[in-house]
Structure formats: C-alpha cells, structure tokens
C-alpha cells in the first residue's frame, strides 16, 4: 500500500485529518490537494524536481550536450559555436580594460 502522507512535514499533518460523524478519521480532500500543490511548487520552484516538457521547470541537464558527444568531439563543438573566438576576444577586451584603466606608475608585489 502507497503511503500518501509520507512527504508531508510531520507539522502538517495535524491539520489534514478530520474526523466524521462516527468519530473515523480521514483525509480532509480539499486540505490535502492544497498542501500537495504547495509543496510541489516549491519543489519545482526550487529545482529539486523538473517537468521533462516544461521550459521553465526543465531540468539542467535538458539544456546541456549530451555528456558523450562533448567528451567525443569537444573542439568541434566549440568551434562549432565559435567559442574560442570569443572568449580570446573578452580576454582581450578585459585585457585593454585594465591596461588603460590601472595607472602607468602601480606596482604590484604579487608575487
């Protein structure tokens, strides 16, 4: 048999139970669907849990290469996506940055 409070905090649970006419306790139905849907989207909102067709609650993994193709053709793709071109060019960048912005007469001890 499925256990269909298990994943609820032990806080909770007080408040899901209602008890009928004959004293039986239950399940109170509209509770239960509340809290479900609450802790399911924080799950989501959270990232612990993804929706495999959803684009805002996909999972990491669903917007990266495939882990085998990139260990097989890993430069092709980057040349692919032209990404050696960029990141030397904000290298450079960052470089030209910092050469006109840091006075001519700083010394650094860095070493």
Request: aromatic share 8%; charged share 25%.
């Amino acid at each position: 048999m499925i256990d269909t409070v298990a994943f609820i905090p032990q806080a909770m649970k007080p408040y899901l139970y209602q008890e009928d006419a004959d004293g039986n306790r239950g399940i109170h139905a509209d509770r239960y669907e509340f809290l479900v849907n609450r802790l399911l989207r924080n799950r989501l909102e959270a990232g612990d849990i993804y929706v495999s067709d959803s684009l805002r609650f996909r999972s990491l993994e669903e917007g990266l290469i495939p882990k085998d193709a990139w260990n097989l053709d890993r430069l092709s793709i980057l040349q692919d996506i032209d990404a050696i071109s960029r990141i030397l060019s904000s290298v450079r960048q960052a470089s030209a940055t910092l050469r006109y912005s840091v006075p001519a007469n700083t010394r650094c001890d860095c070493g």
